[in-house]
């Protein structure tokens, strides 16, 4: 076992004293600490709840604290803002966003999605609140299939902002869709080649892939799921090894779950990067989380308006999952 050098033993007293002077923080304000499988290893270790984009939604829902901290991405805490706005929401970094939020202009969308006056429209929650002002749904990776599944037959469907997840929840409930041309840069980052090299390395080992990636590579998944579900499967399952197609960051929740097994993250195209990991994600640390804490900012801010119309298809999701 390699033996830390100094300046790693001094970073990691760093981060537990700074961990430490959070949680007394923590305690001081009445806050709470919701963070995504995707953030760095030290704050999901600090997190009061920690897991997917539906997990973290519903227990937005259910906070009894004054604050909010928010470990994730922009639209993350803005979701938690909607769905419980009489709460103060901090996030970290407000310059956290994400690349499919992004993809999914708000004017753009009301005009694509005015040529279907009859669909009905299930946004991705990784979308801006003003694209769940426009929608009837919203579902996450974890119950989109049950989501698609809860509209009539007849009904036509728009699906946004992702188009990769898209085209795999048609396939899987046979339901023709309308997809808008977005997606995440993270998860279309993956190599098809690079993965096949590695899976003749490594012949023993189970491929599994979140359906935000590209088709070609979903095709080659021995298992297909949302975050929460790619966690839950190398629990349960009987391989020892796996080769990851997802944000680097879970990798640190599967290893402590399952310390005997081995995690090999997917490679991208990228040649200066062995695996994908968003950048946004990364925006948060520590420091930037005391900070918001102590200074209760950046604070999200919402329109009243937005809120209420966008509560809409939010709670529809939570009541149907």
């Not at 690079?194 to 979140?210: G, M, R, T, V």
Request: charged share 25%.
């Amino acid at each position: 076992m390699a033996i830390p050098n100094q300046f790693e033993q001094k970073k990691s007293k760093q981060s537990l004293e700074l961990s430490n002077q959070i949680q007394e923080l923590k305690k001081k304000k009445n806050a709470v600490i919701l963070a995504h499988y995707y953030q760095d290893d030290s704050i999901q270790e600090i997190a009061d709840f920690l897991g997917d984009s539906l997990y973290l939604a519903q227990q937005a829902a259910r906070v009894k604290e004054d604050i909010i901290v928010f470990a994730g991405v922009h639209f993350m805490a803005e979701t938690a803002k909607i769905i419980n706005p009489e709460k103060k929401v901090l996030l970290p970094d407000l310059k956290a966003g994400c690349s499919l939020a992004d993809s999914c202009s708000p004017n753009d969308f009301a005009i694509f999605k005015a040529k279907y006056p009859d669909a009905v429209v299930v946004s991705y929650i990784n979308c801006s609140a003003e694209i769940k002002t426009l929608s009837d749904l919203v579902c996450t990776s974890t119950n989109a299939k049950k989501i698609i599944e809860s509209i009539p037959l007849k009904k036509e469907i728009i699906f946004a902002p992702d188009k990769n997840l898209g085209a795999y929840l048609s396939k899987e409930t046979g339901r023709k869709m309308i997809l808008w041309e977005g997606s995440c840069v993270v998860h279309e980052a993956f190599s098809f080649d690079k993965i096949l090299d590695l899976i003749k390395k490594y012949p023993n080992a189970k491929f599994i892939a979140h359906p935000e990636s590209k088709s070609t590579i979903l095709e080659i998944a021995n298992f297909i799921g949302s975050t929460s579900a790619l966690l839950n499967f190398v629990q349960n399952d009987n391989a020892s090894q796996y080769i990851v197609a997802t944000e680097v960051g879970i990798l640190h929740q599967m290893q402590k779950y399952c310390p005997e097994k081995i995690f090999i993250p997917a490679p991208i195209d990228d040649d200066t990067c062995a695996c994908s990991e968003c950048a946004y994600m990364k925006m948060n640390t520590l420091e930037k989380l005391y900070n918001c804490l102590a200074f209760e900012k950046p604070e999200i801010k919402m329109n009243t308006d937005i809120i209420n119309a966008a509560q809409i298809p939010i709670k529809r999701m939570i009541e149907l999952s």
